[in-house]
């Protein structure tokens, strides 16, 4: 089937180029911080275990300090196409690469927390440029890849609940601003929740949308009726929110009291998010041997430049505090279950859904279980994750 329509018309809103370019008295300021840490006493001998080992973070800003270059990576990101555009009453950033193919589909790619739309950096050629990456062309994408409301270069529009309209903004940035009449959607983390919500919104206009994970809102109101598989799924869930869960709760509950230290610290901004690269990977203990240390700081590097850690935590709060109308209806038959729903789950993800619990609300047309790669799926499998990218939209274009 071929996704008439999906090729882009001429634009109702040109986009603005847009440059990254951070001051050297920001940079140069992140180094006097780093130079002038406080550090804390270990509690005990395996630093691990409360939370951060200050041995490793000793280390790792030592060469944030002397040795890691933002220019070599503010570079590699100006090698992409970068716009912003005012959509939803916000400036929002985001990638744009045209495809290299016959017939490039358009495909927006949504991010979550504690990563940027740096999670992307990886598979964005892989996805525009098939050939080169030893794919078939016919398999191209035209990839658009935003930064969320409140993270990186995007701004946030004023008020309470954003999370729950950035599907919203999707569509006005794939239709109005660049001209695709129809298109794909990919995401994890948040950016889930973000494609879950636009496919139910926006169905007509969303060819199908693949994720890494089953969006966590519909634990909120469980079945009557769970199965077995089901149960110990939920379960699962309750046990990570009393165990693992203090973050989320800090990030919805009381997220400037938060936010305020790790602004103003940047070793303790890069504990606090590489704490959870490591936990929430496949890495074994060992959060370097699935992401370099460049990879980690640029990371890092670009919540502090935009000072993003604070919105970055909105979407905790709107889902802990807003009233949850657009997600009441999460069962409804519509949305979703009239666009096709691929999953790729990846074994040290936060959560491992059984199929039975995404087909009461998705329409499930693929479901892989991956043999490796945990929560940062794009960055630590790229051929895994873009493979099934490709094989789930093959027959859909």
Known sequence: MHAAGHTARSAVRDPRAFEIHIPDSTLGDLRARLMHTRWIEPLGYDGWRYGFDVAYLRELVRYWRESFDWRVHEAAMNRFGNFRATVGGAAIHFIHERGR??????????????????????????????????????????VVAPSLPGYGFSGRPGGDGVIFRVGDMWHELMTNVLGYERFAAHGGD?????????????????????????????????????????KKYLEGIARF????????LVQGGQPQALAVGLNDSPAGLAAWIIEKFRRWSDCHGDVESR??????????????????INSSFAPYYDIGHIDQTPLATSGAPDGPQRVPAAFALFPQDLSSPPREWAERFFDVARWTRMPRGGHFAALEEPELLVDDIRAFFRPLR
Do not use: C
Not at 110 to 138: C, N
Not at 295 to 303: C, H, I, P
């Open 291 to 308: 992401f370099t240390r460049d990879e980690l700081l640029a990371n890092v590097t670009l919540y502090w430049v935009t000072q993003t």
């Open 190 to 230: 948040w950016g889930s929740t973000v494609t879950d919500l636009l496919a139910r919104a926006h169905a007509d206009a969303v060819i199908g949308i693949h994720l890494t994970d089953v969006p966590f809102y519909h634990a909120f109101t469980p079945p009557s009726d769970p199965s077995a598989d089901e």
């Open 101 to 142: 193919g016959p017939d490039p589909l358009p495909i927006v790619l949504t991010h979550g927390f504690p990563d940027s739309v740096l999670r992307f950096a990886k598979i964005i050629p892989m996805l525009t440029d098939p050939a080169a990456h030893g794919g078939d062309p016919a398999d191209a994408f035209d």
């Open 241 to 248: 929110g009393r165990t693992q869960g203090g973050y989320a």
